[in-house]
């Protein structure tokens, strides 16, 4: 079943043949215009939406009278709302909607003025759009390495762990990209929360994740670690899509839309730069 789910998408991601048509047949006159592509798309929030995910917010955070549980409480309610927030382009002016509203939240909970900051952040650096923020630290021999140093290629990011279900069942897609854009400007770096670093480098052996991994869980809680805590994930895996640029351009893909938003970026890459 999965060998047939990898076969597919390998033929999703092929040119689709001109049936009927010989390279030197001239092509009919239908009067269409051409069919197009399926595409990913991040559509723009209009100003209601944004108002209705925040007044949503606002009366999950009001169920918590306890100051000293609101903090607590309001992260899974904060963590939902960044995942919808994800799924679109915001506005300047919406960002700045968002963000007052933060400062709504921080001036009747000033105690937990870290909480609110780390959503701030995200709002303001981790939206699709935004230039992603560097990373820098060492990978599973001690060498260190950036972010940054994919600039040029269309870049995929994991946040994951062998401890985590849901990671484990990405690694047949890691390889399957790998293998198949194996000759284009694309790459695969994770973020690593495994305890223990051999826990991290056996699997990847393993698995054949043939990639450059930062380990990042070596703090008391393994997933706490500071990248993972800079980039606020809560939840894993975390994948985010960036473009050559190291623009974010789509968040929290799955499997067989990864491969699709990788496919998508390359080909603009590809209209972008064209070869001479």
Request: glycine share 6%; proline share 6%; hydrophobic share 40%.
């Given at each position: 079943?999965?060998?047939?789910?990898?076969?597919?998408?390998?033929?999703?991601?092929?040119?689709?043949?001109?049936?009927?048509?010989?390279?030197?047949?001239?092509?009919?006159?239908?009067?269409?215009?051409?069919?197009?592509?399926?595409?990913?798309?991040?559509?723009?929030?209009?100003?209601?939406?944004?108002?209705?995910?925040?007044?949503?917010?606002?009366?999950?955070?009001?169920?918590?009278?306890?100051?000293?549980k609101w903090a607590a409480d309001s992260r899974i309610h904060f963590w939902r709302l960044m995942n919808r927030l994800q799924t679109g382009r915001l506005t300047p002016a919406q960002e700045q909607m968002v963000l007052a509203r933060f400062?709504?939240?921080?001036?009747?909970?000033?105690?937990?003025?870290?909480?609110?900051?780390?959503?701030?952040?995200?709002?303001?650096?981790?939206?699709?759009?935004?230039?992603?923020?560097?990373?820098?630290?060492?990978?599973?021999?001690?060498?260190?390495?950036?972010?940054?140093?994919?600039?040029?290629?269309?870049?995929?990011?994991?946040?994951?762990?062998?401890?985590?279900?849901?990671?484990?069942?990405?690694?047949?897609?890691?390889?399957?990209?790998?293998?198949?854009?194996?000759?284009?400007?694309?790459?695969?770096?994770?973020?690593?929360?495994?305890?223990?670093?051999?826990?991290?480098?056996?699997?990847?052996?393993?698995?054949?994740?043939?990639?450059?991994?930062?380990?990042?869980?070596?703090?008391?809680?393994?997933?706490?670690?500071?990248?993972?805590?800079?980039?606020?994930?809560?939840?894993?895996?975390?994948?985010?899509?960036?473009?050559?640029?190291?623009?974010?351009?789509?968040?929290?893909?799955?499997?067989?839309?990864?491969?699709?938003?990788?496919?998508?970026?390359?080909?603009?890459?590809?209209?972008?730069?064209?070869?001479?």
């Amino acid at each position: 079943m999965r060998a047939a789910c990898l076969f597919a998408c390998v033929l999703a991601l092929s040119p689709a043949p001109v049936i009927g048509l010989s390279p030197q047949t001239p092509q009919e006159d239908i009067g269409f215009g051409p069919v197009g592509n399926h595409r990913i798309e991040t559509p723009v929030f209009t100003d209601a939406q944004v108002s209705a995910l925040l007044t949503t917010l606002d009366s999950l955070l009001a169920r918590q009278t306890d100051p000293a549980k609101w903090a607590a409480d309001s992260r899974i309610h904060f963590w939902r709302l960044m995942n919808r927030l994800q799924t679109g382009r915001l506005t300047p002016a919406q960002e700045q909607m968002v963000l007052a509203r933060f400062d709504t939240y921080q001036k009747a909970h000033p105690a937990d003025a870290a909480v609110i900051d780390t959503q701030r952040r995200m709002v303001r650096e981790l939206m699709i759009g935004k230039v992603a923020p560097e990373i820098v630290g060492k990978d599973y021999d001690g060498v260190e390495f950036k972010l940054s140093d994919y600039r040029g290629k269309v870049t995929v990011l994991y946040f994951t762990g062998q401890w985590c279900g849901p990671c484990r069942g990405e690694y047949p897609y890691e390889r399957l990209m790998l293998e198949i854009h194996k000759e284009d400007p694309f790459a695969i770096v994770s973020v690593n929360s495994d305890a223990k670093l051999e826990t991290a480098k056996q699997a990847k052996i393993d698995n054949k994740l043939e990639f450059r991994s930062w380990w990042d869980g070596y703090a008391e809680k393994n997933t706490s670690g500071p990248i993972a805590s800079a980039w606020n994930v809560t939840g894993w895996p975390a994948i985010y899509l960036l473009d050559a640029k190291g623009t974010i351009r789509f968040t929290n893909l799955r499997q067989e839309d990864v491969l699709k938003g990788v496919s998508q970026l390359l080909e603009e890459h590809r209209e972008q730069n064209p070869k001479k």
